[in-house]
């Protein structure tokens, strides 16, 4: 069995599985899939874009040290949001109570929506089961994403960030197998700014 050295090995095996080329991408329609919030209530999606433009993060989970730095780099900016009518939300597949976790730890001041089903990272076509490989790198440091997940998977969403607006249609997309680079949150402001120009 091949054994990863490096967190740059585990990158090109995700870039190896070919999960961008099935992503959602801007001008397809973003899926209407039921989540679960922390308190383990049932929340449609489309209820979140319906109000106005939405911008939905997929981030991994809690344990993962570079989503904690993307949902904390996204606090400084709830009120350019707010002034362009946008609402964020965060997607992981870990299970409510792990996403409370989460959203407590980190204090964050928008909604964290739970994916255990993962019919979200399905929807958007950016689920992937683990390689053999990332599975032992991940179970060798004590993260067990089948039990963080309650799914008994072994399956992850690449990062992905969308900006979807008030019919269903997704105007951003940013997909990256790389889980250690995520999009500055300033840039997808700047696509808000000119959606309401």
Same mark, same amino acid.
């Given at each position: 069995m091949t054994t990863i050295a490096t967190l740059s090995d585990a990158? $090109?095996? &995700?870039?190896? +599985?070919g999960v961008c080329g099935r992503a959602k991408r801007e001008g397809d329609m973003a899926p209407d899939v039921n989540l679960t919030d922390t308190a383990g209530a049932p929340v449609k999606l489309s209820a979140l874009w319906r109000s106005g433009p939405l911008v939905v993060i997929f981030y991994r989970g809690g344990w993962c040290s570079y989503c904690n730095l993307q949902l904390h780099a996204w606090q400084q900016h709830a009120s350019e949001l707010k002034r362009l009518g946008a609402a964020l939300v965060a997607i992981? *597949? #870990?299970t409510p109570e792990?996403? #409370? $976790?989460?959203? %407590? +730890?980190?204090?964050? *001041? !928008?909604?964290? &929506?739970s994916d255990s089903s993962l019919n979200a990272a399905n929807g958007?076509?950016?689920? !992937? +089961? &683990? *390689? *053999? %490989?990332l599975i032992d790198l991940y179970a060798s440091s004590g993260t067990d994403i089948p039990v963080l997940n309650g799914n008994g998977q072994w399956v992850l969403p690449i990062p992905a960030t969308y900006v979807v607006d008030p019919s269903g249609r997704i105007r951003f997309a940013h997909v990256e197998t790389d889980y250690r680079e995520r999009i500055e949150p300033w840039? /997808?402001? %700047? /696509?808000l700014e000119q959606a309401t120009r």
């Amino acid at each position: 069995m091949t054994t990863i050295a490096t967190l740059s090995d585990a990158a $090109d095996i &995700l870039r190896a +599985t070919g999960v961008c080329g099935r992503a959602k991408r801007e001008g397809d329609m973003a899926p209407d899939v039921n989540l679960t919030d922390t308190a383990g209530a049932p929340v449609k999606l489309s209820a979140l874009w319906r109000s106005g433009p939405l911008v939905v993060i997929f981030y991994r989970g809690g344990w993962c040290s570079y989503c904690n730095l993307q949902l904390h780099a996204w606090q400084q900016h709830a009120s350019e949001l707010k002034r362009l009518g946008a609402a964020l939300v965060a997607i992981s *597949p #870990q299970t409510p109570e792990h996403s #409370q $976790d989460t959203m %407590e +730890t980190n204090a964050l *001041p !928008y909604a964290l &929506l739970s994916d255990s089903s993962l019919n979200a990272a399905n929807g958007f076509g950016i689920a !992937y +089961t &683990l *390689p *053999p %490989e990332l599975i032992d790198l991940y179970a060798s440091s004590g993260t067990d994403i089948p039990v963080l997940n309650g799914n008994g998977q072994w399956v992850l969403p690449i990062p992905a960030t969308y900006v979807v607006d008030p019919s269903g249609r997704i105007r951003f997309a940013h997909v990256e197998t790389d889980y250690r680079e995520r999009i500055e949150p300033w840039a /997808v402001i %700047e /696509v808000l700014e000119q959606a309401t120009r």
